[in-house]
């Protein structure tokens, strides 16, 4: 599986900039909710990202063969983010505020992206601008939001849609579900999330990693 397509997408699909009230995972949405114009939409969807200042979760991710894999995803802004892949998984991806890191310890190999030309630039870069690189997909479901985002002076970065459910115990009424990132190639993978608690208090050190080039044999 090639997880640097499939995951890193080289876009400025900015990984979100969450913010608000620590709260538990949250329960699913209840009542149903009035539609809201598209405009109004996406400025909610702003709102939500500026709200959040750190999040963790757990993620199930699933590529274009159908292959899934689980992990913890822990996210601070600005610029940080890591995918701790379950035991047994040698990939870890690292956004150190900086850079994002993909190291594969099974062959020692270290690969860096500016953050900016990745598709999780939307969550984790706090000045992204959603009115310039996005738009709301209408759906039916009052009680979900989901929204596209490409950056159109750079199709090659590829695209993200982001899932939300509408919840008012999420930042600015709003929880981040998941996502789904397509490359430039039309790879595309699926992260969905559970288990999500926002502004909780997350050390720098989450954000270190080992150097498997480092290692002597």
């Known amino acids: 599986m090639n997880f640097r397509l499939s995951l890193l997408l080289p876009t400025a699909l900015a990984v979100a900039t969450l913010i608000g009230p620590a709260t538990a995972a949250p329960a699913a949405p209840v009542a149903p909710v009035a539609a809201q114009p598209a405009n109004a939409d996406l400025a909610q969807v702003q709102a939500h990202l500026r709200a959040m200042d750190s999040m963790t979760a757990q993620f199930s991710q699933t590529d274009r063969n ?17 995918f701790q892949y379950e035991k047994g998984v040698p990939i870890l991806i690292v956004g150190d ?40 997909i209408p759906g039916t479901d009052a009680r979900t939001l989901t929204v596209d985002a490409r950056d159109p002076r750079h199709p090659e970065y590829g695209r993200i849609t982001l899932s939300f459910a509408r919840a008012a115990s999420g930042p600015a009424g709003l929880i981040l579900m998941g996502w789904s990132a397509t490359d430039a190639q039309n790879n595309r993978t699926t992260i969905r999330l559970f288990d999500q608690r926002f502004n909780v208090a997350i050390s720098g050190n989450a954000f270190l990693w080992n150097d498997p080039r480092n290692r002597t044999r």
């Open 66 to 82: 159908g292959k899934t894999l689980g992990g913890t995803l822990t996210l601070k802004k600005p610029g940080k983010i890591r």
């Open 97 to 136: 505020g900086k850079a994002l890191w993909f190291i594969d310890y099974s062959v020692r190999q270290v690969q860096r992206w500016p953050i900016g030309n990745s598709p999780l630039g939307i969550l984790i870069n706090p000045d992204s601008d959603l009115a310039r690189v996005a738009r709301v």
